[in-house]
């Protein structure tokens, strides 16, 4: 009687086990959102005007070097802001070998003015500089990827946000421990090894009276803490330590937490073969002087060579066994690029995000029985029709988030019932529809072909304007509004499925059972 | 069993009546938000600022609270959250308590739990800390209305290109008349604008866009078989063969939302209101509000078809 009965049957029974197979076992196989089970998201930005700076200032250093050891003089050559550095005072008569070797060395990345009285101004390359940002954010997010693998959080996104080119956000789905997260993402862990030429000393005055109250080109003064000995509290104090870094985090082929000879949490670590050689040559020569070991700006501590080291040190200070192995954590991750702002957090702790699972799905639940029952007790038969074609598209939907690893979250829930109320909404359009046939006169047969047929277009009309709405929706929107617009999306899709196709099948396959029926119960 | 069979309700006569009716609520409610100070309430997302919900093991009123914290400067909320047995309290902080610099974002949360730890009122737990800088604050502020805007562009868009165009009209009206609607309603009732009632905000546009297509699919079927000299009756004719329709949907919908508002616990009841008065105004305005002002709007002796009813009419026919 129906055409292809059989093989319509047999697509919706596939599509309902393909479905299943997807979601089952649920908890596996759905992703939850922050929302539903806790975690923390950040959004950082990354400040990569130091990139710049460091850039700049490197270029400037190296190319001073370059200079002296031509034998070119000049009287100054300082960086004056983040993408500028000047050179002063370049003799008349070594000017084209200055233009020479300046064009060699600073040509590829850096535009050159030329000023009165042999002064130059070197202004980074415009496509230097967006490189240079670029590049910052890129690696920040690499250090961090890192470092939230080390944390052992399953399922991590760390990823570029927003449109200025500077901004990272980072979830961390699962995280119980929000405070240690944050500090481990936020470390710069910038480890530099540098030779201490005087301190430490409690003020940065006495430190200067050896070298004439200034401190010397070459050299810097790095604030850190001296304890005298194991108990007592740390006074401030301050290092004269040379510019340049005889090793750095960059050089570490490995850290690990470690005890130090009183028994203390330490961290050591293992130098990469090229270091090790030049770290070799540097302490061989300078038995009995203090070694700075510099984290982030601030000695940690500045222990005396007693001999020869190359490729392994150790890193003492105060620390707790947390803070060592967390410290050993970052440093085998490598330090950012630059330090990051905070611009937006929220952390939803575990209990939290299952209430929240817990009420939604029992409201669902809740709203699909009511929905149910009126659709049974107001359209008989045809209602059981709107429940199977109703909880079919639910699972399809389910089927289709696990499927895309789409993420569920609270407005997805309520997207959920959203897609109960199209679904009730079709049905209701249908069978509205195919009452009215059957008042004018028509058969059963002919109503339920004459009410899906009619009624197909509307259904199509109001599907595709939704469907408009939902994609602008997940492209503008964020988080919440995203996850809400996935699930209406696919619930429409699954919907003009189920409610269109499956529907009329089962229609026609219990029409086809009572080949004679007069009557329809709707 | 069925209701509202074969119905003749004469709405378009009432439609002055409806329009008047809207515009009252309208002035009010718009008035109210004009009137308050700071205008429409924003959730932290779009204000900026922190937030913190605390669980406490026992007992705790929000005035002890409120006293632990009395040293924060500036404006602050203090206020219950969920049931009286959660012992959970929303803390807010309007504005940052520093500068969006350095590592200093969470500042004002950090203060919030260290007062109320030294303040020793019982034992607690973070269970959510929303911290929005304001840069983000404005980011996320700019996301909901382009969101908003397009996908309402886009709805309007699709309507125009299948219907005649003052049905378009009308539809975008009922559309924007539902928005206004519902955020006056949250007004009064004091839920904020947050990203989840922007979410809840544009599904009932979806559903009240719904509702009036397919109205005016009926009537575009119904030019094939009634005069179209006079869309008066035929407008009015459609609105009540569909009427059974809309307040069965209307009426199931509103009920799996309402076991959403009742049961689905204080992060979804936001939502689930936006979305308990988008269908009641979405059907009220898709009955009275749409095709009235469709009707307004289409010369009575201009009964010209839309292109695509037109070749679909030829397609059947």
Known sequence: MYKNLRWKVIAIVAVAALAIRRVYPPQDRLKLGLDLQGGIQLVMRVNTEEALTYETETTAAQLQESLSTAGVTTSSVRPSNLTTFVVEGVAPDKDAQFRQLAQDQVGLTFDRESGVGGSYTFRMKP?????????????????????????????????PYGNDGNQIVVYLPGVSDIPRAKEMIGKTA??????????????????????????????????????????????????????????????????????????????????????ASRFGEITGTSIGRQLAIILDGRVESAPVIEGRISNEGQITGTFTQAEVTDLSMVLRSGALPASLTPQYENSVGPSLGQDSIDAGVQASIAGLILVALFMVFYYKLAGFNAVITITLNLMVLLGFMAYLGAVMTLPGIAGFILTIGMGVDSNVLIFERIRE???????????????????????????IASLIAAAFLFQFGTGPIRGFATTLFFGLISNVFTAVFASRTLFELSLSRKPGAAKLSI | MQILSKTNFNFIKWRWHAIALSAVIIIAGVGTIVMQPGGLKLGIEFSGGTELL??????????????????????????RYGAAADNMVLVRLPQLLQVETGQTLDDGAESVLQLLR??????????????????????????????????????????????????????IVATLHDVVICL??????????????????????????????????????????????????????????????????????????????????????????????????????????????????????????????????????
């Open chain 1, 190 to 275: 910038l480890l530099e090894l540098k030779m201490v030429e005087q301190g430490p000393a409690p003020d940065q005055a006495t430190l200067l009276a050896a070298t004439g109250g200034a401190v010397p080109p070459d050299m810097e003064i790095i604030p850190g803490l001296s304890s005298s000995a194991v108990g007592q509290p740390a006074t401030p104090s301050f290092y004269l330590v040379r510019r340049l870094a005889a090793v750095t985090g960059n050089d570490l082929r490995t850290a690990r937490a470690t005890v130090d000879t009183f028994n203390q949490p330490a961290v050591s670590f293992t130098l990469n073969s090229q270091a």
């Open chain 1, 437 to 463: 046939e059957l008042a004018n006169g028509k058969g059963p047969r002919q109503a339920v072909a004459a009410g899906f047929d009619r009624v197909f277009v509307t259904i199509l009309d109001t599907h």
């Open chain 2, 118 to 171: 030294q303040a020793n009122i019982g034992a607690f737990t973070p269970d959510r800390t929303d911290i929005v800088g304001p840069a983000i604050g404005a980011d996320l502020r700019s996301k909901g209305i382009w969101a908003t805007i397009t996908a309402l562009a886009g709805i309007m868009i699709y309507i125009a290109l299948r219907f005649r165009f003052t049905f378009a009209v009308g539809a």
């Open chain 2, 184 to 317: 006056i309603f949250l007004n009064w009732f004091g839920y904020e604008l947050s990203l989840n009632i922007i979410a809840a905000l544009l599904a009932m546009t979806g559903y009240s866009v719904n509702d009036t297509i397919v109205v005016f699919d009926r009537v575009r079927e119904n030019t094939r078989t009634m005069r179209k000299d006079n869309l008066e009756p035929l407008v009015n004719t459609s609105v009540n063969q569909t009427l059974s329709r809309t307040v069965i949907t209307a009426g199931t919908t509103f009920l799996a939302v309402a076991g959403l508002y009742l049961y689905g616990g204080e992060a979804l009841e936001g939502f689930a209101f936006t979305l308990l008065v988008g269908i009641i105004s979405g059907t009220y305005s898709t009955v009275f509000i749409a095709a009235a002002i469709a009707l307004v709007l289409t010369k009575p002796t201009a009964p010209t078809q839309s292109g695509a009813a037109r070749a679909r009419a030829k397609g059947k026919s």
């Open chain 2, 54 to 79: 605390l669980r406490f093991e026992q007992p705790v009123s929000e005035d002890a609270v409120r006293g632990a914290l009395a040293s924060i400067q500036g404006e602050k909320s203090v206020q």
């Open chain 1, 127 to 159: 496509n230097v500089d967006v490189d240079r940002r670029r590049e910052a954010v890129a690696q920040a997010i690499q250090t961090i990827d890192r470092r939230v693998n080390e944390l052992g959080v399953s399922e991590p996104i760390v990823a």
